[in-house]
Every structure is written in C-alpha cells, then in structure tokens.
C-alpha cells in the first residue's frame, strides 16, 4: 500500500488552484520524478475542476486511485494511492487535512493563494504518517460517518472528460506542466503502445514505474 501524493485546492469559479501539496515519489526514476510530481498536479486540478462541491470521488486508472473531496466551501483534497490503499481511510485523511487547513488558513487567502504563499506545513507529516493506513484508527467516528455510498467512481480518467474533449490538449495547454513533462507525456503517448501495453487513459503520470529503466 502506498500514498503518492496529498493535495489541498481550492476549487474557484473559473479556475482550480494548489494551494498546498506533498509528495512521495521515491518509487519512481530519480530522474523522472519532476515529471511525475508536476503530472501529479495536473491530475489532482484536473479532477477537483471535474467534480461537483459537497462530492466525493474516487477515480480508478490501472492499479492506482485517485480520490477527492470537494467542500461546499470550494476547498478541495486530492489523494493519490495506489488500489490497494483503503479508500475509507484515504477519506478520512482528507476530512482532517482540510479541517485542520480550515481553521490554520485564512479563507480570504483561498482563492489567490499558492504553494509558496499558503502558512500550512500538516501535509508532509500526514503523507507520511498516513503511508501505514492503521494509523486512522482513532479516526473511526469520522470512518463511521463517511456513507460510502454516496462516493463517486469513475473507472478510467477519461470518464472525467467532455465530449469531444482530448487529454493531449489539456496537457498542452497546462500552465503547471514544464516543457519537459511535456515533452515526457508525448514520448510515452508514442511509447506505451510499442511496449505492447494496452492503452491508457492517462499513462504518463505512471510511465516512469514501467518503462524499461536505462543501466
């Protein structure tokens, strides 16, 4: 089991910014790490700007999860894990992080804020505290409360988007992905298929942990 990255947003009326974010790409190429991290960032926009306020969310894409939650506040969490990690306890994680981010962060600083501006540092502990997941226990009441039913799941990413609408061209357009990444999704656009690796929604944010590594 194992969590990728922990992510606080803010989900505005035309545009959905990070405000905060921890990572954990040890398990990926060193020297794919940025590109992974900054796809990391996309992926976790992208799905806040895609889900409704008051919702919960969990989309699947291979062996990985990305869950979110949305407040009615338009403060967001993204959690990405792989499947194996219990959802349940992803969503518990969320709930504290925002509510402890709530209460540390000014809400008129939300909608203009950044990663460089935001005064919150809960979410690197938390990342790493919430790798071994039976440290949620004495969150069980908010476990209890949470009515898994009411959780949204879509099966691939691409389910998230609109019709005639093409992944290339959100990528293209991004302003949180470097020329690098950039260049890094295209070339593994090309290459996934001539590993003979079925196509995926979404298969550049996990390249890095399948293609052939160099000597």
């Known amino acids: 089991m194992k969590l990728y990255s922990l992510s606080v947003l803010y989900k505005g009326e035309s545009k959905t910014v990070l405000l905060k ?3 954990d790409v040890s398990s990926f190429s060193f020297f794919q790490r940025s590109s992974v991290q900054e796809f990391m960032t996309f992926t976790s926009q992208l799905i806040v700007e895609r889900s409704a306020k008051g919702s919960r969310a969990s989309v699947k894409e291979q062996e990985y999860l990305c869950h979110v939650y949305v407040r009615n506040d338009s403060l967001a969490g993204v959690v990405i894990a792989d499947s194996e990690y219990p959802s349940r306890v992803a969503f518990t994680l969320l709930e504290k992080v925002l509510d402890e981010f709530s209460k540390q962060v000014d809400r008129i600083d939300w909608p203009t804020g950044s990663p460089d501006t935001i005064q919150y540092t809960g979410l690197d502990s938390q990342l790493s505290r919430y790798q071994n997941p039976r440290e949620a226990d004495p969150m069980t009441k908010v476990q209890a409360e949470l009515d898994e039913t009411k959780i949204i799941l879509h099966n691939t990413m691409e389910s998230l988007l609109e019709r005639g ?5 959100l990528v293209s357009k991004s302003e949180v992905l470097g020329i690098q990444s ?6 593994v656009s090309v290459a996934w298929p001539l590993l003979g690796t079925p196509s995926l929604g979404f298969p550049c944010l996990w390249a890095a942990s399948s293609l052939p590594q160099p000597p």
């Open 182 to 187: 950039k260049a890094f999704y295209k070339t």
């Open 21 to 23: 974010a921890a990572y």
């Open 165 to 169: 609408e093409k992944l290339d061209d």
